[in-house]
């Protein structure tokens, strides 16, 4: 059930029932020479889609943009800053907070939104305690990273051992693999496994120590079968753990 293909009466109806919402949060930044730039938004869309079916929960639009300035001195590359992102997300649920919605399940595809979520959760606390609004203090937040799901972890460790990585992984190219088979991209990968190890910084520094975007990954193990494998695992644990959330007091 997606909130932008609903009408209002039909969010009132669904608000006598449940009062929790899925919000898919990723990034629009490179993802190596053959990931989509999409990745991080497409993979948490894709989860968060499924966990509604499974669980009858609303899933609202996806936050398309996030917290990716390192990326930026690669084409194509878009980020909120810090402050931009805690206040888009204190916008999102202020008016849904009025309508009676109290829980706020974030799927979330990229790490680089993490510290800010944690943040903006925090900062929305306060300010809708501020602003009176009626069951402020029943208002909960969650942050779920589904790539750091023990299953999907797992998985991953089995199909990709150490060329998994941390960016541009194979598991996240083939979530976009299996969710979008018409653009899948090839390239010739050198080296073959990306290099890992160097902090980040700035963007200028990140293209310096990994030039093509990768770090420590081996995308072209990716496959759309295992993309299947891993949304499954996903959906599976994070229906588990949205109900889990809901039913919190």
């Not at 999907?152 to 299996?178: F, I, R």
């Not at 090839?186 to 073959?192: C, F, G, H, I, V």
């Amino acid at each position: 059930m997606e909130l932008q293909l609903c009408t209002w009466p039909e969010v009132e109806a669904y608000l006598m029932r449940s009062q929790g919402i899925i919000f898919p949060i990723g990034s629009t930044e490179q993802h190596g020479p053959t990931g989509l730039i999409g990745t991080d938004a497409i993979c948490a869309e894709a989860i968060a889609v499924g966990v509604g079916e499974q669980t009858g929960a609303l899933v609202g639009p996806t936050i398309n943009v996030g917290m990716a300035l390192h990326h930026t001195a690669f084409p194509g590359s878009i980020s909120l800053r810090p402050s931009t992102l805690i206040a888009l997300i204190q916008d999102y649920i202020k008016p849904l907070a009025r309508a009676g919605f109290t829980r706020f399940y974030f799927v979330n595809g990229h790490g680089g939104n993490m510290a800010t979520l944690k943040a903006a959760f925090s900062e929305t606390y306060a300010t809708l305690a501020d602003l009176n609004i009626t069951g402020a203090d029943q208002v909960r937040c969650q942050l779920a990273n589904w790539f750091m799901c023990r299953s999907v972890y797992t998985l991953a460790k089995e199909l990709y051992g150490d060329q998994e990585g941390s960016h541009a992984t194979p598991s996240e190219v083939a979530l976009t693999q299996y969710a979008y088979p018409d653009a899948i991209k090839s390239a010739t990968l050198e080296p073959q496994v990306a290099p890992s190890g160097h902090r980040i910084y700035g963007a200028a520094d990140f293209r310096r120590f990994y030039p093509d975007g990768r770090m420590g990954s081996n995308p072209d193990l990716a496959t759309p079968e295992h993309g299947k494998r891993l949304y499954d695992a996903a959906v599976k644990e994070m229906s588990n753990d949205y109900l889990k959330f809901v039913a919190k007091d």
